[in-house]
């Protein structure tokens, strides 16, 4: 069983950043590709961002490219999604989901409020 644990959020104005962080347990960490998801008040979990297993080709949602950078540290079993120039359609809970085939883990998310 992997656990995964969300970090990093908080409250920051707009044209601020905030750097979350998903720490995964488990030795195999470095085989799973991890994504960022989010979901806003009354909306459905939607994509963010993702990179491989092996921390290339990383990619993003249009809504956040060039404003949100995701990393790895596999030392560290560690994945990184720094935020700037945040806008307030950016609030949302933000979850971080660990895949390697047909398994699938998620953290319990971390509040991310972007306010005016």
């Known amino acids: 069983q992997v656990q995964v644990v969300e970090s990093g959020g908080g409250l920051v104005q707009a044209g601020g950043s905030l750097r979350l962080s998903c720490a995964a347990s488990?030795?195999?960490?470095?085989?799973?590709?991890v994504n960022w998801f989010r979901q806003a008040p009354g909306k459905e979990r939607e994509f963010v961002a993702g990179?491989?297993?092996?921390?290339?080709?990383?990619y993003y949602a249009d809504s956040v490219k060039g404003r949100l950078t995701i990393s790895r540290d596999n030392a560290k079993n560690m994945v990184y999604l720094q935020m700037n120039n945040l806008k307030p359609e950016d609030t949302a809970v933000y979850y971080c989901?660990?895949?390697?085939?047909?398994?699938?883990?998620w953290g319990r998310g971390t509040q991310v409020t972007v306010s005016s």
């Open positions: 989901r660990l895949s390697l085939e047909t398994q699938v883990y």
């Open positions: 488990g030795r195999t960490f470095s085989s799973y590709a």
């Open positions: 990179i491989s297993w092996i921390g290339g080709n990383p």
